[in-house]
């Protein structure tokens, strides 16, 4: 597992419409992490934090992830992992 590949996971479901749905429609965390497995990302939730990070992010607040997550932008995969 490792941070460079959760940094693709969160760039891939940013630019890719249709593995986004997929990971968006998982009901659950773990169901979630075992479909991006199966995409070539096996990540841990360290990895995504490291990741987080890495891309200069930070924990945000129920305000401004239901921001994110009406408009769409910026580290939005975040909120599925």
Excluded at 7 to 19: A, C, I, K, P, W
Excluded at 43 to 53: K, L, M
Aim: hydrophobic share 40%; charged share 30%; glycine share 10%.
């Amino acid at each position: 597992m490792s941070v460079e590949k959760a940094v693709g996971l969160l760039e891939r479901v940013e630019s890719d419409e249709t593995f986004r749905r997929q990971i968006e429609e998982t009901p659950t965390k773990e169901a979630r992490y075992e479909l991006a497995a199966e995409a070539g990302f096996a990540v841990s939730p360290e990895d995504i934090a490291g990741a987080a990070e890495r891309l200069g992010t930070r924990e945000l607040s129920e305000e401004e992830l239901d921001g994110i997550s009406a408009a769409g932008g910026g580290h939005a995969a975040l909120v599925l992992f």
